[in-house]
């Protein structure tokens, strides 16, 4: 990926798009002002583009927390409230599970349980995920929902990092994530009672997603989306703003193109919870799945320390041979295997022939993280993005969606 400075009007003006949603609105996710605010101003370029625009509302829990509170033996130890953690005041003895033989193995009614190594390497997927879930990860919620602990304190393994391991809003046990410093600090000290309160509330809000199109000669579309959401605790520059960024420089760029088909872009709203992108996009318009062509998906895009990658899933030959053949334009873009956690999946576990963009980058260093400020994204690298998937649009738009589809042998 190209590292020089660029300042054509195009970057200049996708990097005010992510600087308005990283440095000025912030931390941004569903059910928030910040995510409204988001909202208007995606709906806004959009609209300047001269675009068509549709909103689909959608509720979210609106869960907000006033204050965590955790300590053992009078000490305060760092801690965050998983999303959305029920309120709570418990004083209980610890408890430790680190594989799911332990957790099954465990007494753990009435005492706060805490989870590490294998319990607690990922963010746990939520109960009911519609499109993507781990079987191991549906276990452990059960068998703690089942089992009633007091509370449970999720151990994330990277030293002075709390991104949280629980967003459900399914899961109603008082839960929250600790860095891992403060829980190998627990482990020593496992049996000893822990004091934890949670000051939190939770009532139902409404979000948007933000559908736009750029009618073409015929029906057949190729849909180009970027979620804007966040998870509570980041700017999001990198996840996603540079995707949103892009995706109104596609906008920008697309908008007085001659095209052989129609265009739908999708800012979608609820990302980083696993759930209402896919349920209210499938119930608006899963019935137009057949006209699609293909959908781009660019999530994660132009960081700094890395290069741009791509993928694809359920895809034809000639399809993949197109893509392939654009993208050696790029050296700078490199082929990995497909990846299924995004808004892609929605599309190609539906038949889709679907792409997806991101970076190279180790994500643990800056996704989820306070530190994903727009120091982490290259102009240069977003720039490349979009003339990629601009090309790749231009490569398939006279093409049907048969033509894109995997074929079966007769």
């Not at 899933?313 to 334009?329: I, L």
């Not at 180790?362 to 990629?388: F, K, S």
């Amino acid at each position: 990926m190209p590292h020089q400075n660029t300042s054509d009007t195009l970057t200049a003006t996708m990097m005010h798009h992510l600087r308005k949603l990283a440095d000025d609105i912030g931390p941004r996710p569903a059910g928030s002002p910040a995510h409204a605010a988001t909202a208007d101003h995606i709906e806004t370029a959009l609209r300047e583009a001269g675009l068509r625009i549709k909103n689909l509302p959608f509720i979210c829990p609106g869960w907000h927390c006033h204050d965590t509170f955790l300590s053992l033996d009078g000490t305060e130890l760092r801690a965050a409230a998983n999303l959305p953690s029920p309120a709570c005041d418990v004083v209980a003895p610890t408890i430790a599970a680190g594989t799911i033989a332990e957790l099954d193995a465990a007494n753990i009614a009435d005492q706060v349980i805490v989870l590490y190594d294998d319990l607690s390497r990922q963010p746990l997927t939520p109960l009911n995920c519609p499109m993507y879930n781990v079987d191991e990860h549906q276990h452990i919620n059960r068998t703690l929902l089942a089992r009633r602990p007091a509370a449970v304190i999720m151990v994330n393994p990277y030293h002075g990092n709390v991104e949280r391991r629980i967003e459900d809003s399914d899961f109603t046990l008082p839960s929250v994530t600790v860095p891992a410093e403060v829980g190998a600090h627990l482990l020593h000290h496992i049996g000893e009672p822990v004091t934890l309160r949670i000051a939190a509330e939770q009532a139902p809000t409404t979000a948007r997603h933000i559908l736009a199109f750029k009618p073409g000669p015929r029906p057949e579309r190729i849909a180009l989306m970027a979620h804007f959401d966040t998870k509570l605790d980041t700017p999001g520059a990198w996840d996603n703003g540079a995707g949103v960024a892009a995706l109104l420089g596609l906008a920008k760029l697309l908008a007085s193109r001659d095209l052989g088909c129609t265009l739908e872009f999708i800012a979608f709203g609820d990302e980083e919870n696993y759930s209402q992108d896919y349920v209210v996009y499938i119930k608006e318009r899963g019935d137009q799945f057949g006209g699609l062509i293909a959908a781009i998906n660019m999530d994660g895009i132009a960081h700094i320390l890395g290069h741009n990658t791509i993928t694809m899933m359920m895809h034809s030959g000639p399809f993949e041979a197109t893509v392939r053949q654009v993208t050696q334009r790029y050296p700078g873009v490199s082929w990995v295997d497909p990846w299924p956690e995004s808004d892609h999946s929605v599309f190609a576990f539906n038949g889709v022939p679907a792409l997806a963009l991101s970076s190279s980058a180790e994500w643990q260093t800056t996704r989820h993280l306070p530190y994903d400020t727009p120091l982490m994204i290259n102009p240069a690298g977003l720039r490349e993005a979009v003339d990629l998937v601009a090309e790749i649009v231009e490569a398939i738009a006279d093409r049907t969606p048969h033509w894109s589809r995997p074929q079966t042998e007769p």
